[in-house]
């Protein structure tokens, strides 16, 4: 089973689910699972401390990445000189994560993002529009800043 289907299951069995999921549309469903795992999260983020969590949010990371790994690195226990940091670092930002053998820079990774945020912006408005029907306007809280991305310009 995978994983979106068992936290699916879970919320059902626990009557959090108003709707049915096997009556849901693809994007329904995508945003169903987006929110069942941001409330999963809190509840893990509630129910053991930030000693034992902590969370990254990609924008911030991408935009400094050698201080977010060095915060990760002490978070985790590992010591490394800032050197091997910064190599990894220069690893990570000119690797395509689908295409190893690709250069990929951030103005690519950016390029992409707007293209697929183009092509995707009418499913994520509908996905979004039928959350905030299905769930209430409080749900744009719980989706966060990434619900108001699609109207934003690119590049």
């Known amino acids: 089973m995978r994983a979106n289907e ?3 299951d879970e919320m059902a069995m626990e009557g959090q689910l108003p709707v049915n999921p096997s009556q849901l549309s693809v994007v329904q ?10 409330k999963k999260m809190r509840s893990l983020m509630n129910k053991f ?9 990609s924008e911030k990371f991408m935009a400094s990445q050698d201080r977010h790994v060095k915060k990760a690195l002490r978070f985790l226990g590992t010591k490394t000189s800032d050197g091997s940091i910064e190599k990894q670092i220069a690893g990570i930002q000119s690797i ?11 103005d690519q ?6 293209k697929l945020r183009e092509q995707m ?3 994520i408005e509908s996905g979004i529009q ?3 029907q299905t769930f ?20």
């Open 96 to 106: 395509h994560s689908k295409a190893l053998t690709e250069t990929y820079g951030a």
């Open 109 to 114: 990774r950016e390029q992409d993002f707007c």
């Open 136 to 155: 209430g306007m409080e749900i744009l809280n719980d989706l966060g800043n990434q619900a108001q991305m699609t109207s934003l310009p690119c590049g």
């Open 29 to 38: 469903l995508s945003v169903l699972v987006w929110i069942l795992q941001r």
């Open 6 to 8: 068992f936290l699916i």
């Open 121 to 123: 912006s009418d499913e």
């Open 130 to 132: 039928w959350a905030i």
């Open 49 to 57: 401390n930030s000693e034992r969590i902590r969370t990254i949010n």
